[in-house]
């Protein structure tokens, strides 16, 4: 089935910036729409960023709006993203995930939409 590993994760200050990295084992990476989730302790999985399967389009959550890019290399199966001016409120365990669909230039928001998820990496944000 193929294996989604994220990668980039770990304790950053207030302020400072991360990159997450999502490394994907699977055949065909570019069918793929890709997003970046979020779950924080007793929190529901929440919607970070999302990227259509070419890169033409994205959509992030309001609270990431600004900071956070997401971004994909088709030719290296990869996706990323970058994320700047962090704060404690970021802090989460980031899921990368795949849904494959013969869509163009669409974005899934939500959880379910997706097949194939990975082990999520821990960001920590300290004040």
């Known amino acids: 089935q193929g294996q989604l590993v994220e990668s980039g994760g770990g304790l950053a200050q207030a302020g400072a910036s991360l990159r997450l990295s999502c490394a994907a084992s699977?055949?065909?990476?570019?069918?793929?729409?890709m997003g970046w989730f979020r779950q924080a302790p007793g929190q529901e999985r929440e919607f970070v960023a999302g990227?259509?399967?070419?890169?033409?389009?994205?959509d992030y959550v309001d609270s990431v709006k600004g900071r956070f890019s997401i971004s994909r290399d088709n030719a290296k199966n990869t996706m990323y993203l970058q994320m700047s001016r962090l704060t404690p409120e970021d802090t989460a365990v980031y899921y990368c995930?795949?849904?494959?669909?013969?869509?163009?230039?669409?974005?899934?928001?939500?959880?379910?939409?997706?097949?194939?998820w990975g082990q999520g990496t821990q960001v920590t944000v300290s004040s």
């Open positions: 699977r055949h065909a990476f570019s069918r793929y729409i």
């Open positions: 995930a795949a849904a494959l669909r013969d869509l163009d230039s669409v974005v899934l928001l939500r959880a379910p939409s997706y097949d194939y």
């Open positions: 990227i259509s399967r070419t890169g033409d389009r994205t």
